[in-house]
């Protein structure tokens, strides 16, 4: 299973900074965690612009138990709970995917999972930008999210990543499968950003993964 946090924070963001380099010591450990990334986030849902105020955790579990254990008494989280004003923890269970991270293929879908037609879907993009593509590959991403904003079936979304303008990634959460499909395969600007990734070779790794959100835990 893959659980995604994100932490907000009114006050100690200095120390939620330093967390992006340190936190690591704290996790790397921990039992059943099989792979994991301490990220920013962008403003404005998808920005150049860094959130200093919102940072994510992304995490993929051997078992529930193993998740479970963390939330509940793992000194990371305890650490985070006495300075943050706000969690939010999405539980994830992978339907499909595609590509890489960091040349590691972190999630694995679930084939025996049913998908109802109530599932909100939980969508993961991630990609590292070549350097020598960044400016056209920044100059076109508002034009390739004009339609996502206003979209009726998007519930959220968020900017993450390990290293801004290069390493970086989307979550989305949209109302159903149905609603994920008609932006993906029938959005005009979205069906030539992909077509325009693979003209210009924008990305020297990417991947694509695409989850059922079981629990919202606060």
């Given at each position: 299973m893959t659980t995604l946090t994100f932490f907000t924070f009114t006050e100690h963001k200095y120390w939620a900074f330093k967390m992006m380099g340190g936190g690591s010591r704290l996790v790397k450990n921990t039992?059943?965690?099989s792979f994991f990334k301490l990220l920013g986030t962008g403003k404005k849902g998808f920005s150049i612009l860094p959130d200093w105020s919102e940072y994510a955790f992304l995490?993929?579990?051997?078992?529930?138990?193993d998740a479970?254990?963390?939330?509940?008494?793992?000194?990371?989280?305890?650490?985070?709970?006495?300075?943050?004003?706000?969690?939010?923890?999405?539980?994830?269970?992978?339907?499909?995917v595609n590509g890489t991270w960091d040349g590691k293929s972190?999630?694995?879908?679930?084939?025996?999972?049913?998908?109802?037609?109530d599932d909100q879907i939980g969508v993961i993009t991630r990609a590292s930008v070549k350097w020598h593509k960044l400016f056209r590959f920044w100059n076109y991403v508002?034009?390739?999210?004009?339609?996502?904003?206003?979209n009726p079936g998007l519930l959220f979304t968020k900017g993450i990543g390990d290293i801004p303008l290069l390493e970086m990634a989307t979550f989305s959460l949209w109302k159903n499968q149905e609603a994920i499909i008609q932006f993906a395969y029938k959005n005009e600007?979205?069906?030539?950003?992909?077509?325009?990734?693979?003209?210009?070779?924008?990305?020297?790794?990417?991947l694509f993964a695409r989850f059922v959100v079981k629990e919202l835990r606060f």
């Open positions: 039992k059943g965690l995490a993929v579990w051997e078992s529930e138990d479970a254990l963390f939330f509940k008494d793992s000194m990371f989280i305890n650490e985070y709970k006495k300075r943050c004003s706000k969690i939010i923890n999405y539980d994830l269970r992978c339907i499909k972190p999630f694995t879908a679930m084939k025996l999972l049913t998908v109802s037609e508002p034009t390739s999210h004009q339609d996502l904003w206003d600007h979205h069906k030539k950003a992909i077509a325009l990734t693979k003209k210009y070779n924008w990305y020297s790794e990417e």
